[in-house]
């Protein structure tokens, strides 16, 4: 960050009184610019045993299988990011269940929040953010192209606790900088 979104000024990396961090803040008129994490919305819409994948048809990770998800908007929940995100991605519109993984995605600056969900009709197609869409159970998901570590995360403990008959809660931190353990 160069000026400040306030007055147009340019800011300088300090730490502010009372703070513990270096914030970027506004040389004329003070304004701290607080840097926080963005949150990402999704799930893991089941059909009849099948779990509902997207293509990716945009960067990061183009051509590369994921759920529905995406960046959660002002004003809405995090159920209904995960619900706009399975329209945006599949033209699928998703019943959202219960909280199924919280993945903390420390080099992105990301917290990526997942739900499972029910896909009612298997009405789905692909959307300019999708190459195509598809139900795959679980042998048939491309495991090898899943775009992002989070995105595996959610989907093996989705399987493992349909398998058991249990809906958990997870939670990992993933950070490529440095090691960081499953919790």
């Not at 139900?135 to 989907?155: N, T």
């Not at 093996?156 to 993933?174: C, K």
Request: net charge negative; charged share 25%.
């Amino acid at each position: 960050m160069k000026f400040c979104s306030a007055c147009g000024n340019t800011v300088s990396l300090r730490t502010p009184e009372g703070d513990h961090l270096a914030r970027h803040v506004c040389d004329a008129c003070g304004v701290v610019h607080y840097q926080n994490p963005k949150l990402i919305v999704g799930c893991v819409p089941e059909h009849d045993g099948r779990i509902l994948l997207c293509r990716r048809a945009i960067e990061p990770r183009l051509g590369f299988w994921t759920i529905p998800a995406g960046f959660m908007e002002n004003g809405e929940t995090t159920q209904e990011g995960a619900r706009r995100e399975s329209f945006e991605e599949a033209q699928a519109e998703v019943e959202i269940g219960s909280l199924l993984a919280v993945v903390h995605v420390l080099h992105a600056d990301q917290v990526h929040v997942m739900f499972r969900a029910k896909l009612p009709r298997p009405n789905f197609g692909p959307s300019p953010e999708s190459l195509e869409v598809g139900l795959y159970g679980e042998d048939e998901i491309p495991w090898q192209d899943i775009a992002f570590r989070s995105v595996d995360f959610a989907l093996r403990h989705y399987f493992d606790d349909r398998r058991r008959g249990v809906e958990n809660h997870h939670l990992t931190a993933l950070d490529y900088r440095r090691s960081v353990g499953v919790t």
